[in-house]
C-alpha cells in the first residue's frame, strides 16, 4: 500500500525554525513531483512549496525567503525547512506527490498526507 508520512509538526514560537518531512512508501519506482500545501482555519488549501525530481523548485510568494524544500530521491522523501516562522504560519501541512508506482505499467498516481499541524503562537 502506498502512503505518504508526514512528520515534524508541532507548537513553535514567531520567529522560530520548524522541519517538516514527508517520506512516501510502498511499491514506488520514483517519483515526478512532491509538495507541501497548507490549510488554515477557514481558508483554503494553498501550495507552500513544490520540488520536481530534477530539482525545479517552486515557493508560494509569503514564505520566499524563509522556507526551502529538498529531497532525498533515494528515501523518497521531501523536506521543508521553515524559518523566520510567523503567526500567519499557523496551518495544516499536507504532503502532495505524484508517484511512478512500481508496476508493469509505471501508473503515475496523485497521493495525499494525512497532513501535520503547525501552530506559530508565543
Known amino acids: 500500500q502506498v502512503q505518504l508520512v508526514e512528520s515534524g509538526g508541532g507548537l513553535v514560537q514567531p520567529g522560530g525554525s520548524l522541519r517538516l518531512s514527508c517520506a512516501a512508501s510502498?511499491?514506488?519506482?520514483?517519483?515526478?513531483?512532491m509538495g507541501w500545501y497548507r490549510q488554515a482555519p477557514g481558508k483554503e488549501r494553498e501550495l507552500v512549496a513544490s520540488i520536481t525530481r530534477r530539482d525545479t523548485t517552486h515557493y508560494a510568494d509569503s514564505v520566499k525567503g524563509r522556507f526551502t524544500i529538498s529531497k532525498d530521491n533515494a528515501k523518497n522523501t521531501v523536506y521543508l525547512q521553515m524559518n523566520s516562522l510567523k503567526p500567519e504560519d499557523t496551518a495544516v501541512y499536507y504532503c502532495n506527490a505524484e508517484l511512478i508506482l512500481a508496476d508493469l505499467r509505471l501508473r503515475v498516481e496523485d497521493y495525499w498526507g494525512k497532513g501535520t499541524l503547525v501552530t506559530v503562537s508565543s
Open positions: 510502498g511499491s514506488i519506482f520514483s517519483f515526478n513531483v
